[in-house]
């Protein structure tokens, strides 16, 4: 169920970047960076997910990296 979600999203991303292309390139170099950067990282989490069979979520990995750092009873 998650996956057809997950390629529409990457089709969503493709036709921003047709539609935009002409925008982005006539913004500034910080805005276009800034809005090529968000659109990698979130295609990078996408090929994160769709391609591992196990997911590690970060929240539980910082978990344990906290729980090492905290004194705990």
């Known amino acids: 169920m998650i996956k057809p979600l997950l390629y529409t999203y990457l089709a969503m991303v493709v036709v921003v970047l047709v539609m ?13 960076w800034l809005s090529y950067g968000i659109i990698v990282m979130a295609t990078g989490i996408w090929f994160y997910v769709t ?20 004194p705990l009873p």
Request: hydrophobic share 50%; proline share 0%; net charge positive.
């Open 20 to 32: 935009d292309f002409r925008h982005l390139k006539q913004a500034a170099s910080v805005n276009r």
């Open 51 to 70: 391609t591992l069979k196990k997911t590690v979520f970060l929240s539980v990995w910082m978990s344990h990296i906290i729980q090492r750092l905290l």
